[in-house]
C-alpha cells in the first residue's frame, strides 16, 4: 500500500471518530434539587442559572427548567435560600453533560444538588441524676427545668451550629448531695442533636445524735 493511500485511510478514520455535534447549541432538561440536610428537600429558593432566573424549588425542593449550551460548558448557579436557611458562600457550577438518562423530549438530562443550611439547629438535652430528685436544672445559668421524683428531666432550644451550652445541676438545696453544683459542657453540631446527661450523686448520711437524757431525780431522805 502506497503511502498516499495510507494517509487517505488515517484521515478518512480520524473524520468518521469526530463528534460533529460537539460544538451545537443544545436544550438541556435541568433538575436542581434544593436541600437543607442530604435527603431533606427545601422548598421556597430561588435559583439563577448562568444569570438567568430559573424558578423557585417546591415543596419537595426541585426546580425543573432548561437551560441552552454545549456539551462540556460550564454554567453558574446562584439560590437565594428562604428564611432561616443560608447558602454556601462560593456559587455552583453545573456542567452541561450528555451521560445521564434521556428525557421524554430525547434533550439530555442534566441534575444537580443544592444546599440551604439552616441557620440554627435544635438542642435537645435528657437529664438523668442518680439520687437527684427535685433538682433545679440550669441552661447557661438559667432555671429552665426541675427534675422529677426519679431524677429526670428533659429540655430543648436552638442555636447556631458550634454554640456551646452548659448544663448545671443546682444542688445549693441539698447540702448532702456529692457532687456539689456539677456542670456538663455540650456543643451543638451542624444537625439538631439529643444530649443524654448522666450524673450520679452520692448521698453523704446524717449526722448521728445521740438522744438526749431527761436528768433522773434522786430522791433524798
Same mark, same amino acid.
Given at each position: $500500500?502506497? +503511502?498516499?493511500?495510507?494517509?487517505?485511510?488515517? +484521515?478518512?478514520?480520524? +473524520?468518521?471518530?469526530?463528534?460533529?455535534? @460537539?460544538?451545537?447549541?443544545?436544550?438541556?432538561? %435541568?433538575?436542581?434539587?434544593?436541600?437543607?440536610?442530604?435527603? %431533606?428537600? /427545601?422548598?421556597?429558593?430561588?435559583?439563577? &442559572?448562568?444569570?438567568?432566573? &430559573?424558578?423557585?424549588?417546591?415543596? @419537595?425542593?426541585? %426546580? !425543573? @427548567?432548561? &437551560?441552552?449550551?454545549? &456539551?462540556? !460548558?460550564? /454554567?453558574?448557579?446562584? #439560590?437565594?435560600?428562604?428564611?432561616? #436557611?443560608?447558602?454556601?458562600?462560593?456559587?455552583?457550577? /453545573?456542567? +452541561?453533560?450528555?451521560?445521564?438518562?434521556?428525557?421524554?423530549?430525547?434533550?439530555?438530562?442534566?441534575? $444537580?444538588? /443544592?444546599?440551604?443550611?439552616? @441557620?440554627?439547629?435544635i438542642a435537645a438535652f435528657i437529664v438523668r441524676a442518680k439520687n437527684g430528685s427535685d433538682l433545679p436544672v440550669l441552661l447557661d445559668g438559667q432555671s429552665v427545668a426541675r427534675t422529677n421524683a426519679s431524677g429526670v428531666a428533659h429540655l430543648s432550644t436552638s442555636g447556631r451550629p458550634d454554640t456551646e451550652y452548659v448544663i448545671e445541676l443546682d444542688t445549693r438545696d441539698h447540702p448532702r448531695l456529692s457532687p456539689q453544683r456539677p456542670k456538663h459542657l455540650f456543643v451543638l453540631p451542624d444537625a439538631d442533636e439529643i444530649f443524654i446527661l448522666d450524673q450520679a450523686f452520692d448521698v453523704e448520711p446524717r449526722p448521728w445524735r445521740s438522744a438526749r437524757r431527761r436528768p433522773r431525780i434522786i430522791k433524798i431522805e
Open positions: $500500500m502506497s +503511502l498516499t493511500a495510507w494517509l487517505v485511510i488515517v +484521515l478518512t478514520i480520524e +473524520l468518521l471518530s469526530c463528534d460533529p455535534t @460537539t460544538n451545537e447549541t443544545k436544550s438541556f432538561a %435541568v433538575t436542581l434539587i434544593v436541600e437543607s440536610d442530604p435527603g %431533606v428537600g /427545601l422548598g421556597g429558593a430561588r435559583v439563577v &442559572v448562568g444569570g438567568e432566573p &430559573v424558578g423557585e424549588s417546591d415543596s @419537595t425542593g426541585r %426546580v !425543573q @427548567t432548561r &437551560v441552552f449550551g454545549r &456539551v462540556g !460548558q460550564r /454554567l453558574s448557579i446562584e #439560590h437565594e435560600c428562604p428564611s432561616g #436557611h443560608e447558602a454556601p458562600p462560593e456559587p455552583a457550577t /453545573l456542567r +452541561l453533560r450528555e451521560f445521564r438518562a434521556i428525557d421524554a423530549s430525547g434533550s439530555p438530562a442534566v441534575e $444537580m444538588t /443544592l444546599t440551604c443550611r439552616p @441557620t440554627k439547629r
